[in-house]
């Protein structure tokens, strides 16, 4: 195996054990945990984006594993040879790799600018003695209502894309 193919592959495949970790971590234990904690869920969320590095990974990762794979898919295809893209191979890799793709920008489409008004009124309430008016709380829950639910959409998308990876190599 060539030296490009084996840092392809540590990038490929260690960044989408990072990408698909915090994604199941997020929909399963994280989000559930934060709905109890009220008031508190939405500081603890401020903290790890403020004093961690998970903001700055997770802008990076996916478009790296998505980079990566675009690159070890082009590799093994022979330049996306139709013949071997058409094969049961090609097929179960294509699909995980547009499944992935899919799960990036659901999050960058939808999930995004959902985290960006979360974090927009939690300044505004913040600012304003750390009360949020009924309009502001109303939002909220609607926008975290709708992060749980694309939270567990993600998930699944890339749940399905690491089975599709997973198992191409030995589908005939």
Do not use: C
């Amino acid at each position: 195996m060539s030296t490009e193919l084996i840092v392809l592959r540590i990038l490929h495949i260690g960044g989408g054990v990072v990408w698909a970790g915090w994604v199941f971590s997020l929909a399963f234990f994280i989000s559930p945990a934060l709905e109890g904690m009220g008031a508190a869920g939405g500081s603890f969320m401020q903290n790890v984006g403020s004093r961690t590095k998970l903001t700055q990974v997770m802008r990076i990762v996916p478009p790296l594993v998505i980079l990566s794979g675009f690159r070890l898919l082009w590799v093994v295809s022979g330049g996306f040879d139709s013949v071997w893209l058409s094969s049961a191979h090609g097929i179960t890799l294509t699909a995980g790799s547009l499944l992935g793709i899919l799960a990036f920008v659901y999050g960058m489409i939808v999930m995004m600018p959902k985290s960006s008004r979360i974090a927009a009124i939690g300044k505004a309430v913040a600012a304003n003695g750390g009360v949020p008016t009924p309009e502001q709380g109303a939002e909220l829950a609607k926008i975290k209502a709708g992060m749980k639910q694309g939270g567990i959409v993600i998930a699944w998308i890339v749940g399905l894309t690491v089975i599709l990876m997973s198992i191409a190599r030995n589908v005939y």
